[in-house]
């Protein structure tokens, strides 16, 4: 069955900078577009980042463009996202998603999400 398994969250102080992974199973990887989706506490989920299937496009919302990156490795059905420069209001639970969801209206219609990863940024 489809798999989605993040990893890489933690603490980290504001300024630094932090890896996220997620390995992905039960689906042809390199044939989906792939997204970061993020939940703050008290808040609702909130578009991070969308990477196309073989990573030549890439988008990202104002509010981490220029400090995260996402990228992915097919052979290894895996997807990043790498966050730098990381402020207080980045603290979150960070799920991958399959497909290109960058609108809250198609989040819904994702069909597999991963179960998070805890990302805290605090001094």
């Known amino acids: 069955q489809v798999q989605l398994v993040e990893s890489g969250g933690g603490l980290v102080q504001p300024g630094g900078s932090l890896r996220l992974s997620c390995a992905a199973s039960g689906f042809t990887f390199s044939s989906s577009s792939m997204t970061w989706v993020r939940q703050a506490p008290g808040k609702g989920l909130e578009w991070v980042s969308t990477?196309?299937?073989?990573?030549?496009?890439?988008h990202y919302a104002d509010s981490v463009k220029g400090r995260f990156s996402i990228s992915r490795d097919n052979a290894k059905s895996t997807l990043s996202l790498e966050m730098k420069r990381m402020k207080s209001e980045d603290t979150a639970v960070y799920y991958c998603?399959?497909?290109?969801?960058?609108?809250?209206?198609?989040?819904?219609?994702?069909?597999?999400w991963g179960t998070g990863t805890q990302v805290d940024v605090s001094s």
């Open positions: 990477i196309n299937n073989d990573g030549t496009y890439t």
């Open positions: 998603v399959r497909g290109d969801v960058r609108a809250a209206s198609q989040f819904d219609e994702a069909d597999f």
